[in-house]
C-alpha cells in the first residue's frame, strides 16, 4: 500500500475518536466550536471531502483542562497534523507544482525544496493569532482562504506542499527556553545510506580520468573540463570530444548534474573535495543559492552558519533534518533553540518524542 493510501486511511479512521475526544473537551471546557480542518478545494474526492468536513470543529487551543495529560495532547496534536497535511488532494499537489519552475522539473531535489519554500514564504500573511498545532488549518484550507496564518499553520502548509511535490517532510514542535513554544516544518535531507554516499563516484571519476589522461597530465583537478558542458580538448595531435563530463562521473546525476551546472561553485568545492556526501551537498547548496547579494535585506551575506539536525532511530540508523522556518533568511535559519528533545509529527499520524543534535554543515569558500 503506497504512503497517500495509508494516509488517507489512518486519516478516516481517526476521525470518530477525534470527534469524539472533541465534544468531551468541548461541553467539559464551554468552548464555541471553531473549524481547525476544512476541506473545500475543488478536485478532492466526495469521500475526503466528507470525511474533512465531518471533523467540524475540534476546538483545541493551548489553554487545556487540566485533565488532560502529555500522552493525550500528543496525540491530539497527531490526529490534527495528519488531518491537516492533506497532501494527497490533487489541488494541494497542483498547488504544489506551480511552485517549481519548469527548468526544475523532474525528481525531487533539494532545489525544488527551496523554490517551494521561497514560494511559500512569499506568499504567506502571518496573522499573528498564535493558536499553535491544537488550532490549525490544513493546507487545503489555506490555500482557500488566502494563505493566511500562525507559525503551525505554515509549517504544516509548507510540509504539505513539499510531500504533494514528492519529497518528504514532517511537523517538528520544541520549547525555546526563552520564546516558548515552536511549530516548524522539517525537511527530510536523508539517512546513514545518504550520508555515506558521495557525489563523486570514485569508481567513475578514476575510469574517465585514465580515459583522458593527458589531460589531467596538465590538470589534474580537471577543472577545465568538468566546469563546462560541452567542448573539445587538445593534447597534442589528440582531441578529445566531451559532453556534460561532470554527469559521467556522478552517483545521481539526475538529481545534482543541473544544480552543479546552474551554480558552477558547487563543482570547483567537489573536485577539491571528492568525498563530499548527499547531505553536506544539500547544505552546500543553500549556501551558494542564498549566499552573496541579497536584495530582500540589501546586504551581502556569507552563510557560514548553517546547521542541520540529526536523529538516531530506534534502528539504530541515523536520519538527517533541515527546518524551514517562516521567518528564517534562507532554510535552515531558525530563531529557536532546542532544549535538547523535541516532539515530532508525520502526516500518517504517528509521532514520537526525539534527542535533538546539530550538525554543522561543511563552509564553501
Given at each position: 500500500?503506497?504512503?497517500?493510501?495509508?494516509d488517507?486511511?489512518?486519516f478516516?479512521?481517526?476521525?470518530?475518536i477525534?470527534?469524539a475526544?472533541?465534544?468531551?473537551v468541548?461541553?467539559t471546557?464551554?468552548e464555541?466550536?471553531k473549524a481547525?480542518?476544512?476541506?473545500?478545494?475543488?478536485?478532492?474526492?466526495?469521500?475526503?471531502?466528507l470525511a474533512?468536513n465531518?471533523s467540524?470543529?475540534?476546538t483545541l487551543q493551548?489553554?487545556?483542562?487540566?485533565y488532560?495529560?502529555k500522552?493525550?495532547?500528543?496525540?491530539?496534536?497527531?490526529?490534527?497534523?495528519?488531518?491537516g497535511?492533506d497532501?494527497?488532494?490533487?489541488a494541494t499537489?497542483?498547488?504544489?507544482v506551480?511552485?517549481i519552475?519548469?527548468?526544475?522539473a523532474?525528481?525531487?531535489?533539494i532545489?525544488?525544496?527551496?523554490?517551494?519554500?521561497?514560494?511559500?514564504v512569499a506568499?504567506?500573511t502571518?496573522?499573528?493569532?498564535?493558536?499553535?498545532l491544537?488550532d490549525?488549518?490544513s493546507?487545503?484550507?489555506s490555500?482557500n482562504?488566502?494563505?493566511t496564518?500562525?507559525?503551525?499553520d505554515f509549517a504544516?502548509?509548507?510540509?504539505?506542499?513539499i510531500?504533494?511535490?514528492?519529497g518528504?517532510a514532517?511537523?517538528?514542535s520544541?520549547?525555546?527556553p526563552?520564546?516558548?513554544?515552536?511549530?516548524?516544518?522539517?525537511?527530510?535531507?536523508?539517512?546513514?545510506?545518504d550520508?555515506?554516499?558521495?557525489?563523486?563516484?570514485?569508481?567513475?571519476?578514476?575510469?574517465?580520468?585514465?580515459?583522458y589522461s593527458?589531460?589531467?597530465?596538465k590538470?589534474p583537478?580537471?577543472l577545465?573540463?568538468?566546469?563546462?558542458?560541452?567542448g573539445?580538448l587538445?593534447s597534442?595531435?589528440?582531441?578529445?570530444?566531451?559532453m556534460?563530463?561532470?554527469m559521467?562521473i556522478?552517483n545521481e546525476?539526475?538529481k545534482?548534474g543541473?544544480?552543479?551546472y546552474?551554480?558552477?561553485?558547487?563543482?570547483?568545492?567537489?573536485?577539491?573535495?571528492?568525498d563530499?556526501n548527499?547531505?553536506?551537498?544539500?547544505a552546500?547548496?543553500i549556501?551558494v543559492?542564498?549566499?552573496?547579494?541579497?536584495?530582500?535585506?540589501?546586504?551581502?551575506?556569507?552563510?557560514?552558519?548553517?546547521?542541520?539536525?540529526?536523529?538516531?532511530e530506534?534502528?539504530g540508523g541515523?536520519?538527517?533534518?533541515?527546518?524551514?522556518?517562516?521567518?528564517?533568511?534562507?532554510?535552515?535559519?531558525?530563531?529557536?533553540s532546542d532544549?535538547?528533545?523535541a516532539?515530532?509529527y508525520?502526516?500518517?499520524?504517528?509521532?514520537?518524542?526525539?534527542?535533538v543534535n546539530?550538525?554543522?554543515?561543511p563552509?564553501?569558500?
Amino acid at each position: 500500500m503506497d504512503p497517500r493510501t495509508l494516509d488517507i486511511a489512518a486519516f478516516i479512521a481517526a476521525l470518530c475518536i477525534v470527534a469524539a475526544i472533541a465534544f468531551m473537551v468541548n461541553s467539559t471546557a464551554g468552548e464555541d466550536d471553531k473549524a481547525g480542518v476544512n476541506t473545500s478545494v475543488p478536485g478532492a474526492t466526495a469521500e475526503v471531502s466528507l470525511a474533512d468536513n465531518a471533523s467540524g470543529g475540534l476546538t483545541l487551543q493551548y489553554g487545556l483542562p487540566s485533565y488532560l495529560t502529555k500522552a493525550e495532547r500528543n496525540w491530539l496534536i497527531s490526529r490534527q497534523v495528519s488531518q491537516g497535511m492533506d497532501y494527497y488532494l490533487p489541488a494541494t499537489r497542483d498547488y504544489a507544482v506551480r511552485y517549481i519552475p519548469s527548468d526544475h522539473a523532474g525528481t525531487f531535489t533539494i532545489e525544488q525544496a527551496c523554490d517551494i519554500r521561497d514560494g511559500s514564504v512569499a506568499d504567506w500573511t502571518y496573522s499573528g493569532e498564535d493558536g499553535g498545532l491544537l488550532d490549525i488549518s490544513s493546507a487545503s484550507r489555506s490555500i482557500n482562504t488566502g494563505l493566511t496564518g500562525d507559525e503551525a499553520d505554515f509549517a504544516v502548509f509548507l510540509a504539505s506542499m513539499i510531500k504533494g511535490a514528492g519529497g518528504e517532510a514532517r511537523i517538528k514542535s520544541g520549547v525555546d527556553p526563552e520564546s516558548g513554544e515552536y511549530a516548524v516544518a522539517e525537511l527530510y535531507l536523508g539517512n546513514s545510506e545518504d550520508y555515506n554516499t558521495k557525489i563523486i563516484s570514485p569508481e567513475k571519476y578514476e575510469a574517465f580520468k585514465s580515459n583522458y589522461s593527458a589531460i589531467f597530465e596538465k590538470d589534474p583537478s580537471g577543472l577545465t573540463i568538468f566546469k563546462y558542458r560541452y567542448g573539445t580538448l587538445c593534447s597534442g595531435d589528440t582531441c578529445y570530444s566531451f559532453m556534460d563530463p561532470l554527469m559521467q562521473i556522478m552517483n545521481e546525476p539526475e538529481k545534482y548534474g543541473e544544480i552543479c551546472y546552474t551554480y558552477p561553485k558547487l563543482i570547483n568545492y567537489l573536485l577539491l573535495f571528492p568525498d563530499t556526501n548527499a547531505i553536506d551537498f544539500q547544505a552546500l547548496y543553500i549556501q551558494v543559492r542564498y549566499g552573496g547579494y541579497d536584495d530582500r535585506y540589501k546586504e551581502t551575506r556569507d552563510i557560514r552558519n548553517l546547521n542541520y539536525d540529526y536523529y538516531v532511530e530506534e534502528n539504530g540508523g541515523v536520519t538527517y533534518w533541515l527546518p524551514l522556518e517562516l521567518f528564517g533568511e534562507y532554510p535552515g535559519d531558525t530563531g529557536y533553540s532546542d532544549a535538547g528533545s523535541a516532539m515530532v509529527y508525520y502526516s500518517d499520524g504517528s509521532y514520537k518524542s526525539v534527542r535533538v543534535n546539530e550538525k554543522v554543515a561543511p563552509i564553501i569558500g
